[in-house]
């Protein structure tokens, strides 16, 4: 099985060991992203409504260096600081994706990288 890295300089240095978005049998996926600012490297965004914009136009960054966009997202998998926020993240979610919509799991984290309030983390077809 190949695997492709994808890099990209529109987006903050990892923060650990890890590839950003990888590529195995034309299948992209991202690792979590949480609300990095491409530009500070710091956590933007404020509320989970501000971080679920942040980390959506990451992970557009991620998407589109492999040649793909958030219509081809076949999965995603949610991490929330507190499931509290459910409901605002949902709803900044669904500003992005449209029908039909990408396999979700939303679950509640212990905590999140750098405090985030939001991870997200997708799967690309």
């Known amino acids: 099985m190949a695997r492709q890295i994808v890099s990209t300089n529109k987006l903050a240095p990892a923060v650990g ?7 195995s049998n034309g299948l992209l996926l991202s690792s979590g992203q949480v609300a990095l600012d ?4 710091r956590l933007t965004g404020g509320d989970v ?4 914009h942040r ?3 990451n ?13 081809d997202v076949v999965k995603s998998t ?3 600081a507190d499931m509290g926020d ?6 900044v979610y669904g500003e992005y994706f449209k029908p039909p919509y990408p396999a979700r799991t939303t679950i ?7 405090g985030a309030l939001v991870e997200i983390e997708v799967m690309a077809a």
């Open 55 to 57: 980390v959506m136009k």
């Open 78 to 80: 949610v991490y929330l």
């Open 49 to 52: 409504a501000g971080q679920t």
């Open 86 to 91: 459910f409901a605002a993240m949902n709803a």
């Open 17 to 23: 060991p890890f590839s950003t978005p990888i590529v």
């Open 38 to 41: 491409p530009e500070t490297a």
């Open 108 to 114: 509640q984290a212990a905590a999140l990288p750098l």
């Open 59 to 71: 992970l557009q960054i991620v998407l589109e260096a492999a040649g793909k966009s958030l219509a």
